[in-house]
């Protein structure tokens, strides 16, 4: 079996700059952007307003870069600043999940569009979401 991370997930007060500085600095490339969805963003961050999300990569290396209007006016701001999650590709997603239930790990579910999305939320509260290995 093999595991990586997938990709790391940053929230920006100041994405432009952020963004630069990866770019700029560490030598990624902006790979897409898009935004999320208002009630995606309620479901997974406890944000209530929609998102822009700016994918970047260097290699095997991923980085999602979130932003939205007016941050710290969110209540859950402190919890998120900076990171908010991670993604953990796996070989076999659906026994994977099976294994960390059975060992008493939570799973939150999320149907997205009929695509299953799964996140483990650590004992810090940091989410980490399972995506099956290409």
């Not at 490339?29 to 822009?52: A, W």
């Not at 990569?57 to 990171?83: C, K, M, T």
């Not at 799973?107 to 996140?119: A, S, T, V, Y």
Request: glycine share 6%.
């Amino acid at each position: 079996m093999s595991e990586r991370c997938h990709h790391i997930g940053l929230f920006a007060v100041q994405p432009d700059r952020l963004i630069d500085f990866y770019i700029k600095k560490l030598g990624f490339v902006r790979e897409s952007g898009k935004e999320v969805p208002r009630i995606l963003m309620h479901q997974v961050f406890d944000i209530n307003s929609s998102c822009q999300l700016t994918k970047l990569r260097r290699g095997n290396a991923v980085l999602e870069i979130f932003s939205y209007p007016h941050p710290h006016q969110e209540r859950s701001w402190d919890r998120n600043f900076s990171y908010n999650h991670w993604g953990l590709g796996v070989d076999d997603k659906e026994a994977f999940c099976l294994e960390v239930e059975n060992k008493g790990v939570s799973l939150l579910k999320i149907d997205m569009n009929g695509r299953p999305i799964i996140f483990i939320k650590d004992p810090e509260g940091s989410l980490i979401e399972i995506y099956q290995n290409e």
